[in-house]
């Protein structure tokens, strides 16, 4: 079993700037690729970025060149550096891994960008 807490989320205004932060416990050792994801209202939840155990990274075309997925594995945790945000990023993010051929969630945390 893993657990991923996320915290950073918050209001700001376009153009602003917020890092979200993931921190799993758990079954760390299992870890692998881990990524945010993201649910506005009445739309599906969707990719924004992954990166794996080796930091190889992949970012959705909406968020290249404004979002940097980070990890730090002596942390067991993974980050999501938001710049340049716009009204169309609101929505909740929930942090994601894989650990041992099962898939896990956090609980969301809320990302209000207000125009």
């Known amino acids: 079993q893993v657990q991923l807490v996320e915290s950073g989320g918050g209001l700001v205004s376009t153009g602003g700037s917020l890092r979200l932060s993931c921190a799993a416990s758990?079954?760390?050792?299992?870890?692998?690729?881990m990524g945010w994801y993201r649910q506005a209202p009445g739309k599906q939840r969707e990719l924004v970025a992954t990166?794996?155990?080796?930091?190889?990274?992949n970012y959705a075309d909406s968020v290249k060149g404004r979002f940097t997925i980070s990890r730090d594995n002596a942390k067991n945790s993974v980050y999501l550096q938001m710049n340049s945000l716009r009204p169309e990023d609101t929505a909740v993010y929930y942090c994601?891994?894989?650990?041992?051929?099962?898939?896990?969630w956090g609980q969301g945390t809320q990302v209000t960008v207000s125009s």
């Open positions: 994601n891994a894989w650990a041992a051929g099962y898939n896990y």
């Open positions: 990166i794996t155990s080796v930091g190889r990274t």
């Open positions: 758990g079954s760390i050792f299992s870890i692998g690729t």
